[in-house]
């Protein structure tokens, strides 16, 4: 694991164990200065302003080779996130692995929409569906305090990641295996949200960046990556209490179509709603009930 990248030339490494400002600067030119210095930062387990403070700092051996790998590892591809094994997600750190989807920015929306819908129910019911790493369910267990939150996954191998974020953010979820619906009785929700795969199947930003080494079963849904988005709008209206909200998170382009989706099922005040980068992301509705 220690050869050289390629293109990268053998005179550049140091000959002796460097200084941390020199390992950054070994780095720069092969990846992304940030990502050096977090991942420098997960070897030494210190804080940014470590690196700042103590540039000359020598690294031992051991931390030496492993940031080496690191680096090495990112200048392949993989994410930072699976490297260092952690997400921030609204505030709180969140344990990744390649078995679920790495957090990002743009669900925090999702969050967001849910808090400013939970109006007067003071236990409302909550189900996130594909949770992943639990990033959702658990920062909406945290923030809502008294509402009773659910998650389900089809995967059980992203249910442990989820059920170990659950434990070290001390968050009370209840976890099942389902896929979408099928495993739920006839359980209703005030709340139900998801950020399904929405990735169009043969879209090829599938094989470019990050989401290569992300589980193509979270991000991938059909042609037109709405499978999943349909089946979860079909399905909400028998799992929501008259009254309840239903938020899906999708791609850029889909917010028409999803909108579609759920008038289709029924839903009324269907609306979307605009991520960090201006982009309709979610589309939601509200189930009043039949008659
Ligand atoms: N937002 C992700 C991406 O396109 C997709 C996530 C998803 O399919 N839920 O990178």
Not at 89 to 104: K, S
Not at 226 to 240: M, S, T, W
Not at 248 to 267: C, K, M, N, S, T
């Given at each position: ?28 030119g ?38 080496r ?10 994410p ?14 969140f ?5 679920v989807?790495?957090?990002?920015p ?30 959702l ?35 009370s ?6 896929d ?5 009785g ?20 599938l094989d470019?960046?990050d ?14 990556g ?17 009254g ?42 509200r189930w009043?009930?039949r008659g």
């Amino acid at each position: 694991m220690s050869g050289l990248p390629t293109g990268a030339g053998r005179d550049d490494l140091p000959d002796d164990l460097p200084a941390i400002a020199r390992a950054l600067a070994w780095a720069r030119g092969r990846i992304d200065a940030m990502d050096a210095r977090v991942l420098l930062r997960h070897v030494l387990q210190c804080p940014a302003s470590r690196l700042a403070a103590w540039p000359e700092q020598l690294l031992d051996a051991e931390d030496w080779a492993r940031y080496r790998e690191l680096v090495e590892r990112r200048l392949a591809g993989e994410p930072v996130a699976y490297l260092t094994g952690e997400r921030e997600f609204y505030g709180r750190n969140f344990m990744v692995t390649p078995a679920v989807l790495i957090p990002r920015p743009d669900t925090e929306l999702l969050v967001e929409l849910t808090l400013a819908h939970v109006g007067d129910w003071r236990y409302a019911r909550v189900l996130d569906m594909g949770t992943g790493s639990g990033a959702l369910a658990i920062t909406l267990a945290l923030e809502l305090g008294e509402a009773d939150v659910t998650a389900l996954d089809r995967s059980r191998e992203a249910l442990w990641v989820a059920m170990a974020n659950a434990a070290r953010l001390g968050a009370s979820v209840s976890f099942v295996q389902s896929d979408w619906f099928s495993a739920l009785g006839g359980e209703r929700f005030e709340l139900i949200v998801s950020n399904p795969p929405y990735v169009a199947a043969a879209d090829p930003h599938l094989d470019e960046g990050d989401l290569r080494f992300e589980p193509r079963a979270a991000l991938a849904a059909g042609p037109a990556g709405l499978d999943d988005l349909a089946e979860i709008a079909a399905g909400a209206a028998r799992h929501l209490e008259p009254g309840g909200w239903l938020f899906l998170e999708h791609g850029y382009d889909q917010a028409p179509a999803v909108r579609g989706l759920l008038a289709d099922a029924g839903f009324a005040s269907i609306a979307s709603w605009k991520d960090l980068a201006g982009i309709e992301r979610v589309s939601g509705g509200r189930w009043l009930g039949r008659g």
